[in-house]
Nanobody
Framework: VQLQASGGGLVQAGGSLRLSCALS????????IAWFRQAPGKEREGISY???????YYADSVKGRFTISRDNAKNTVYLQMNSLKPEDTAIYYC??????????????????WGQGTQVTVSS
């Protein structure tokens, strides 16, 4: 099982980035995939989750600005990030899990993680 996150970079406030999480060793349709982020000195934060059914969830901090999606044929999950703010600066991770709905932001419910990709938003 492997998850490979990519697409991070440096962007000005108000800009956009699209992160990708390429998956191998399992079928995307069988698992949910979440995006977490961790800023320096802060706890890891769950920001979005897509279930195997396709149902999506968002943290309030990104709702309306970020969109999670998936391409089953490519076994890849995306995170489209628009209207980026300096406070979005963090390392972004994708993770595989099957948490219950109310616990999707709980990081220790995810067994497999990608290596992270840095997103830096300048003001």
């Amino acid at each position: 099982v492997q998850l490979q996150a990519s697409g991070g970079g440096l962007v000005q406030a108000g800009g956009s980035l699209r992160l990708s999480c390429a998956l191998s060793g399992f079928r995307l349709v069988d698992y949910g995939i979440a995006w977490f982020r961790q800023a320096p000195g802060k706890e890891r934060e769950g920001i979005s989750y897509i279930r195997s059914s396709g149902i999506t969830y968002y943290a309030d901090s990104v709702k309306g600005r970020f969109t999670i999606s998936r391409d089953n044929a490519k076994n890849t999950v995306y995170l489209q990030m628009n209207s980026l703010k300096p406070e979005d600066t963090a390392i972004y991770y994708c993770a595989r899990g099957r948490p219950i709905t109310s616990a999707w932001t709980t990081s220790n419910l995810y067994a497999y993680w990608g290596q992270g990709t840095q997103v830096t938003v300048s003001s």
